[in-house]
């Protein structure tokens, strides 16, 4: 599609609940970025994707996080047993992989995110 | 990545430029300047970046400082659409490790009539 493209839109569940949020990216963009963002806050890293691993997770909470790739397109990010401090809004972007040691831009391209609420 | 500081909210009016500055005293050599903003409930959305010369493209002008300790990024006729906050982030040279961005909170720049 032309842009990020996240679903659902908004989700609303129960404390203890599994959730999972689904990102598709720009057509040939192999870098894949989740974030999170609470009321106020900038947007948080949570993990990045280079094709289908994760080259990066060190902004995941903890181990109720986790997010997969499998194909090196779509990403699904998977909570568990929610919490209501995990309510915010997630949001997944992706770019064109950099070439080592190169000056361009890295462009994120953001999808409009998914509203989570935990109750 | 080097810290940035940015005023929490500016005003500006429709049609004059807005001028949002952005401190970032300890920034290395390596480290590009860039600009985000993000419009009430969308993503955030790249504006422009630079290194130490003053960018301009179709959205905005950057001006970064000759000791590139502050810049400002340069709306030349801001329009109610331009109601967001914005952020300045810096962001080194890639060295094949993780290319993300690291947000502050930004200034929410509020265009009135």
């Known amino acids: 599609g032309a842009g990020v493209s996240q679903t659902p839109s908004n989700k609303v569940t129960e404390k203890g609940k599994y959730v999972e949020l689904r990102c598709d990216p720009i057509?040939?963009?192999?870098?894949l970025y989740w974030y999170r963002q609470s009321l106020g806050q900038g947007p948080e890293f949570l993990i990045y994707?280079?094709?289908?691993?994760?080259?990066?997770d060190s902004g995941l909470p903890n181990d109720r996080f986790f997010a997969v790739r499998p194909e090196g397109s779509v990403s699904t990010l998977k909570i568990q047993r929610t919490e209501r401090g995990d309510s915010a809004v997630y949001l997944c972007?992706?770019?064109?992989?950099?070439?080592?040691?190169?000056?361009?831009?890295?462009?994120?391209?953001f999808g409009a995110g998914s509203r989570l609420t935990v109750l | 990545d080097a810290k940035t500081t940015q005023p929490p909210s500016m005003d500006c009016a429709e049609g004059r430029a807005a001028n949002l500055p952005c401190n970032h005293s300890?920034?290395?050599?390596?480290?590009?300047v860039y600009w985000y903003r993000q419009i009430h409930s969308q993503g955030p959305q790249y504006i422009i970046h630079?290194?130490?010369n003053n960018e301009t493209n179709e959205m905005a002008s950057l001006i970064i400082t000759e000791d590139r300790k502050s810049s400002t990024l340069i709306l030349p006729h801001a329009t109610l659409r331009d109601t967001a906050v914005y952020y300045c982030?810096?962001?080194?040279?890639?060295?094949?490790?993780?290319?993300?961005?690291?947000f502050g909170t930004g200034t929410r720049l509020q265009v009135t009539l």
């Open positions: 300890t920034i290395s050599g390596n480290e590009y």
């Open positions: 982030i810096l962001k080194g040279v890639n060295t094949g490790t993780a290319s993300k961005l690291t």
């Open positions: 057509s040939g963009h192999t870098a």
């Open positions: 630079g290194l130490k």
């Open positions: 972007a992706s770019s064109l992989t950099e070439v080592r040691g190169s000056s361009g831009a890295n462009v994120l391209t």
């Open positions: 994707f280079q094709g289908t691993g994760a080259a990066d």
